[in-house]
């Protein structure tokens, strides 16, 4: 089993539409979690960190559920620019990366 | 402040050749990390370090060596180059163990 597993998408929806995306991760010692955005061909950047009891940013909303070692985003009013890659990242004696969700908005 | 700079961009090598892949931070952080990005694969660890003189390995660290003898740099060596080493390689630093991680712009590596 992969330490940080992400659905690998692709999502392809239109502009205005609600995306989700989930990970699990296998380390329950974990201690931090994160969101990052990849656009192509560019480094990743932090989008969010997840705190345990859920936060908002804009129109995006991040959840961790630490039973079910299970970590959440939730885009809201999709718009064209949000068209990335976006990677579920867990840290436990380093950052583990998800492989990454691709998510295309189309007008 | 440049935040992680890498070097080079791009390279070529030959299957054999060694070379040195640079990495500079200028925000004084004491974590930095090395990460290769292959197709489908997400970003995996390949060395890390905790401060100056403090390496350790990550999951994939063969064929790869790394030392930290200054906060501010942290050069990934490549000791005999082989083509299953051909990805894009990332440099990041943080602050401290769950701070941002902030990533350099990629070293794109081809190995023939």
């Known amino acids: 089993r992969k330490e940080v597993e992400q659905d690998p998408g692709p999502f392809n929806v239109p502009e205005g539409a609600t995306v989700a995306f989930n990970c699990t991760y296998s380390n329950s010692a974990s201690q931090s979690f994160f969101w990052y955005r990849q656009d192509c061909r560019k480094e990743p950047k932090l989008l969010m960190s997840v705190y345990s009891s859920g936060n908002e940013d804009g129109r995006f909303t991040a959840q961790l559920n630490r039973a079910s070692q299970y970590i959440s985003l939730l885009i809201r009013d999709s718009k064209l620019s949000d068209s990335a890659t976006y990677l579920c990242v867990v840290n436990w004696n380093d950052m583990r990366f998800g492989a990454g969700t691709r998510l295309t908005v189309k007008p | 402040n440049a935040g992680v700079t890498q070097t080079p961009k791009f390279q070529v090598l030959k299957t054999g050749q060694s070379m040195t892949l640079q990495c500079a931070q200028d925000m004084n952080h004491e974590y930095m990390s090395w990460y290769r990005q292959d197709p489908g694969m997400g970003l995996r660890l390949i060395h890390y370090?905790?401060?100056?003189?403090?390496?350790d390995q990550g999951e994939v660290p063969n064929g790869y060596n790394v030392s930290r003898s200054t906060t501010e740099d942290f050069p990934l060596r490549l000791l005999s180059a082989a083509p299953s080493q051909t990805s894009v390689y990332f440099c990041a630093s943080r602050l401290g163990d769950a701070n941002e991680q902030f990533f350099g712009p990629g070293t794109r590596l081809t190995v023939l």
């Open positions: 370090s905790v401060g100056a003189g403090i390496t």
